[in-house]
């Protein structure tokens, strides 16, 4: 088992930065990709950034240029780096992490609200 903890979420202005914070613990030498996932009432959950243990990182479209994502597999944390926040990044952050064998971690969502 894994378990999750994020922090960092909060209320932010338009055009304003936020880092968010997510430390695993449990089994986490079979961690092998870590990521910062978000969601709306209505939507699927998607990806916002990730990274894997040989460095690879995936920065989705709609964030590209405004996230920066930091994962460091020794201390099991992952972090978030959002600027030039825009309302659309409203929304539940979530830390996901994957083990080898496929079984995936949630957090437990950290609110994000861009005001306008």
């Known amino acids: 088992q894994v378990q999750l903890v994020e922090s960092g979420g909060g209320l932010v202005q338009f055009g304003g930065s936020l880092r968010l914070s997510c430390t695993a613990s449990g089994r986490v030498f079979q961690i092998y990709d870590m990521g910062w996932y978000r969601q709306v009432p209505g939507n699927e959950r998607e990806l916002v950034a990730r990274?894997?243990?040989?460095?690879?990182?995936t920065i989705a479209d709609s964030v590209k240029g405004r996230a920066t994502i930091s994962g460091d597999f020794a201390k099991s944390t992952v972090d978030l780096q959002m600027n030039s926040l825009k309302p659309e990044d409203t929304a539940v952050y979530y830390c996901?992490?994957?083990?080898?064998?496929?079984?995936?971690?949630w957090g437990q969502g950290t609110q994000v609200t861009v005001s306008s």
């Open positions: 996901g992490v994957v083990q080898y064998g496929g079984t995936q971690y």
């Open positions: 990274v894997g243990i040989g460095g690879g990182t």
